[in-house]
C-alpha cells in the first residue's frame, strides 16, 4: 500500500468517502477499496 500526499482533493474525497472511500478521520486516511478487497492493494490517501 502506497500513501499519496494530496491536498488539492482534498474536499473531493471527503464527498466521495461515503461512495468508494473509507474514511478515518482520525488518522485522516482515505482507502481507495473499488474492486479490492480492503487488505489487498488498498491506495490510501494521506493528508
Request: aromatic share 10%.
Given at each position: 500500500?502506497?500513501?499519496i500526499h494530496i491536498t488539492v482533493i482534498d474536499i473531493q474525497c471527503c464527498?466521495?468517502?461515503c461512495v468508494?472511500?473509507?474514511c478515518d478521520?482520525?488518522?485522516k486516511l482515505y482507502y481507495l477499496?473499488?474492486?479490492y478487497k480492503p487488505?489487498?492493494?488498498s491506495v490510501?490517501?494521506?493528508f
Open positions: 500500500m502506497e500513501n464527498a466521495f468517502c468508494i472511500h473509507c478521520t482520525k488518522n477499496k473499488m474492486k487488505t489487498d492493494k490510501g490517501f494521506l
